[in-house]
């Protein structure tokens, strides 16, 4: 279950970064989580911590659940329901494909393209969980939209606005690997020592658009970028 799984072997140092609500509502919370934090507890008790158990010990957001997450490195926008209602309707937009977001990644390297798509399937690649393989016979279908933002000749990195159309677990970072561009302070698909160009995982959730539970209205929320 991307990052979280590895807490079943270690403790995930703590995250001193608070989660910041961006958008209250009285059926969901549009909130921002720091990189470094899960999403939802681990099972080791040192691993309880995470943006759940945090927003649930606050007074106003008891009740919260999780209908989707981000791996512990990544940072960004997430929505969480606040009632059985939300839940199912929001997951429900999940499910099938109706929410639309995009992230920003810095990636190793000059990406010579201004634009392109990557649709290469993905399957967990049990022995070395919790990666990731691309699998053109038994992979599910995967497919990213990207855009060059940036381009930073001086240090070799490309900033990338990426659209995953599919939500597959490491999807994006597995996808500007394939690419031939890692994104920088990734621990688990990099080359040329990408992974020590950056003190974190370059990769933010910066904007997600649902439609409201109850009206189906869109309603987007951002999260600026900090790198």
Known sequence: MADENKDNYHVVPFCPSPVRIVKPNKHFLFVAKPAG????????????????????NHHKSKTATVVHRLD????GIMVVALSKMAHREISRQFEHRETQKHYIAVVDG???????????????????????KIDFEQG????TEWQVLERDEENQRTRLKLVPITGRSHQLRLH?????????????????????????????AESLTIKHPTSGKPITARAPCSF
């Open 37 to 56: 934090l899960l999403t939802i507890p681990g099972r080791r008790e040192e691993n309880k911590d995470c943006l759940i158990t945090r927003l649930q």
């Open 72 to 75: 512990m490195a990544t940072s």
């Open 110 to 132: 000059i990406v010579q393209e201004d634009e392109g798509v990557i649709d290469l399937p993905m399957i967990a690649d049990w022995p070395n969980r919790p990666k990731q």
């Open 140 to 143: 599910k279908k995967a497919v």
């Open 176 to 204: 500007c690997y394939e690419l031939g561009h890692p994104i920088l302070g990734c621990n688990l698909y990099h080359k040329n020592g990408s992974e020590n160009k950056a003190s974190r995982l370059l990769l933010h």
